[in-house]
């Protein structure tokens, strides 16, 4: 059996809202907590980073998953990572994830 065990996920902290968040799954026998196909893409987007740009397995998981993910969550809780803006980027041109129209403020007097 395969576990992957993460330390110091880059997505913050593991703390009570991340188990509210998950999911209790029978796995080869066992109960476990599975953390959401969000925090797990969270997780991926916030790992990106200068030395590891590689956007092929978000990409895919993106691909596979589209309909399961809260973009508008994932996208607000990436907000500051430079590569979660470019993986957003990607993903709308692609037409994997929903353009975001911008908010325009009021016309001025």
Do not use: N
Not at 43 to 53: G, W
Not at 62 to 68: I, N, T
Request: net charge negative; hydrophobic share 45%; no cysteine.
């Amino acid at each position: 059996m395969l576990v992957d065990l993460i330390y110091r996920p880059p997505g913050g902290p593991i703390d009570s809202e991340f188990f509210a968040r998950a999911e209790e799954l029978e796995v080869l026998g066992h109960s476990l907590l599975v953390a959401t196909i969000d925090d797990v893409f969270v997780s991926k987007l916030l790992a990106l980073t200068e030395q590891e740009p590689d956007f092929q397995s978000v990409l895919e998981l993106a691909r596979a998953l589209r309909e399961q993910i809260d973009w508008e969550s994932v996208r607000s809780r990436t907000r500051d990572s430079p590569f979660a803006h470019a993986f957003f980027t990607l993903a709308e041109g692609l037409g994997i994830v929903a353009l975001v129209k911008p908010v325009r403020e009021p016309a001025g007097p």
